[in-house]
């Protein structure tokens, strides 16, 4: 993806915001939001540095309505915020299929898959 094209991603993202489901849910999201930003888990900017941040990317927000369990068994609603990174722009490349594989560092995950097994029958016992 050359320069033009990213800038291209990043006007129609900014112009075009996030998904509905943000929308809908906006009031969950701002709790969420707001309970990330006091953890430290997210930095907010505001739209106008977009451009002053070399190589920037925008991702739209969404909220996702699951189910979960309580400790009596009643299933109560759970929200999740998500970033669309599979979400193209103009481009047709989202930022996920922009990912240069070749130059991430090896991830080995031989020694969780045996503490995973060795967790789960300790629970079980």
Do not use: W
Not at 5 to 10: E, F, M, P, S, V
Request: hydrophobic share 35%; charged share 20%; with cysteine.
């Amino acid at each position: 993806m050359n320069d033009t094209q990213r800038k291209a991603d990043l006007d129609f993202h900014k112009n075009r915001g996030n998904h509905k489901s943000s929308i809908l849910y906006h009031e969950v999201m701002d709790r969420l939001i707001t309970e990330d930003i006091k953890r430290g888990f997210s930095l907010p900017l505001p739209i106008s540095c977009l451009n002053k941040i070399p190589n920037a990317s925008l991702a739209p927000l969404g909220c996702q309505r699951q189910s979960t369990i309580d400790e009596k068994g009643h299933i109560i609603p759970k929200y999740h915020i998500t970033h669309d990174q599979t979400f193209p722009g103009p481009s047709g490349l989202s930022v996920n299929l922009r990912v240069q594989k070749e130059l991430l560092p090896l991830i080995l995950y031989s020694f969780i898959i045996s503490r995973l097994i060795h967790y789960i029958v300790s629970l079980q016992l």
